[in-house]
């Protein structure tokens, strides 16, 4: 299946909203109006600070989204590129798409000069683990967070 992999623009805005609402439902939540606009408008800003998107494309259409982030780390001189959201259309999984996506933030980053990117994912998201499994390198790193005030 041939894919393409392209920067988001403003007319994909209601392709780019199902996508990023069908990830989210995966993940058993939501936001609220106000963020869709702001991480909409942010992902076709120009601050080198704020999330980059890329869209998988076949036949027109597009299929899966990746967004990705540039930061300072203390451990490094050079930035290191976080991958926050990554979301194939379960009609294309299986096909490589997930994986171009990935591979697309991986030359974004070498482009930017930062070797280092990592990812999250719940451990019960299996179908993607299986991918990651062969792109990246499992870490024993735990997440903690803040509890909800």
């Not at 930035?79 to 171009?100: E, S, W």
């Amino acid at each position: 299946m041939p894919v393409d992999i392209r920067p988001l623009t403003s007319a994909d805005a209601a392709e780019w909203r199902r996508l990023w609402t069908d990830y989210l439902t995966f993940y058993d939540t939501g936001v609220d109006e106000a963020v869709y606009a702001s991480t909409f408008a942010r992902l076709l800003g120009d601050d080198p600070g704020d999330f980059n998107c890329r869209l998988a494309v076949v036949d027109d259409r597009p299929v899966g989204l990746v967004h990705y982030l540039f930061h300072r780390h203390a451990w490094r001189v050079e930035n290191v590129c976080y991958l926050q959201d990554l979301y194939t259309d379960p009609r294309v999984r299986g096909h490589g798409v997930g994986r171009a996506l990935i591979e697309a933030v991986y030359a974004a980053a070498d482009t930017g000069g930062a070797p280092a990117v990592y990812w999250l994912t719940q451990d019960f998201n299996h179908a993607a683990r299986h991918l990651y499994d062969r792109v990246g390198v499992l870490t024993p790193f735990i997440k903690y967070q803040r509890p909800a005030p």
